[in-house]
């Protein structure tokens, strides 16, 4: 595995597989990895011939008081799992040189940021189209691929390369779980072990709402009930818990159409996201 901090540098090595007509996957993150990145790397590996992962904690999508300093950081330790996950390259630039010294252009998103994370952290999907754009235009992958953990991102890293027309096929990843339930993050590391053993509810949360849904129970009463439990089992501080159309992100208005169901707890000092899309595709057979 080539581990490379230069743009430029990367770019050369990139542009001399391309022209060896080599497909690009790319996975994006911001490193101390865990098994849902390495799921992300897994899928790259099967799909494509090169696999890059970028490891760079992005200080514009972070906002004042948020926990960019706070952020788990292990290079070290991300390096051989990533070089044993099968990828070939991974970049890991500094901030000077992602931004220079400020940057000059930011990418700003219109729709679908107006709701959950997007309401509670202003400017934080704008830092993640903004350092996205960068790597697209970096790496220029085949396909880029980005965890359902963050299916609001999902949908923006959509619309992104819709607008601005990169030729990038985006591939969403299911969420990977830990055994109870709980949705795997870089972030649970800073959760006391009391709130570890509670933040198991926001998933049981999650998945007794899908159940009432698929049962035929609407959206909104299925969502206040399941916000009851969730307020009579954990400690932490509900940000959101919302049922809306996905990917647009917007009010339902017909329940057969593609829900997620998000959840934004915050902790003494992390703040937990997790969801789940339902579908209503009819079994097949
Ligand atoms: P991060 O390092 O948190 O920015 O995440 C990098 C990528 O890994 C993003 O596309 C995330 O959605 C994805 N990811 C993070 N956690 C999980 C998980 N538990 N399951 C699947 N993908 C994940």
Redesign the pocket.
């Known amino acids: 595995m080539n581990i490379v901090n230069r743009i430029d540098e990367l770019r050369t090595m990139l542009t001399a597989e391309k022209t060896n007509g080599k497909t690009i996957g790319f ?6 990895l ?4 390495l ?2 790397i897994q899928a790259a590996r099967k799909e494509n011939e090169i696999v890059v992962i970028s490891i760079f904690v992005n200080p514009l999508q972070f906002g004042p008081g948020e926990d960019f300093d706070q952020y788990p950081r292990d290079i070290e330790r991300d390096e051989t799992l990533a070089r044993e996950a099968g990828a070939d390259y991974l970049f890991y630039p500094t901030v000077v040189e992602m931004y220079g010294e400020r940057p000059m252009a930011t990418v700003t998103i219109h729709e679908r940021t107006d709701c959950l994370c997007g309401k509670s952290r202003p400017g934080h999907f704008d830092g993640v189209a903004t350092v996205l754009t960068k790597l697209f235009n970096i790496v220029v992958p085949t396909r880029a ?6 299916a609001q ?1 999902v949908a923006v890293v959509e619309g992104l390369i819709r607008d601005f027309n990169f030729p990038i096929e985006l591939v969403g ?5 830990e055994e109870d339930g709980l ?4 972030r649970n590391i800073n959760l006391t072990s009391d709130e570890r053993t509670e933040a198991v509810h926001i998933s049981k949360c999650l998945f007794k709402i899908e159940e009432a849904i698929a049962s035929g129970i609407i959206p909104e009463v299925a969502v206040a009930e399941g916000r009851g439990y969730l307020q009579g089992h954990i400690t932490g501080t509900i940000d959101y818990l919302e049922a809306l159309s996905y990917p647009e992100l917007k009010p339902i208005t017909d329940v057969r159409e593609t829900i997620i169901v998000a959840a934004a707890v915050q902790y003494s000092k992390v703040r937990l996201i997790d969801n789940v899309i339902i579908t209503h595709e009819q079994p097949r057979g």
């Not at 865990?34 to 990145?37: N, R, W």
């Not at 691929?145 to 963050?150: A, I, Q, R, S, V």
């Open positions: 996975v994006p993150t911001m490193g101390y865990h098994e849902g990145h799921s992300l691929y980005f965890g359902l953990k963050d991102q990843v299911e969420i990977k779980r949705a795997l993050s870089s």
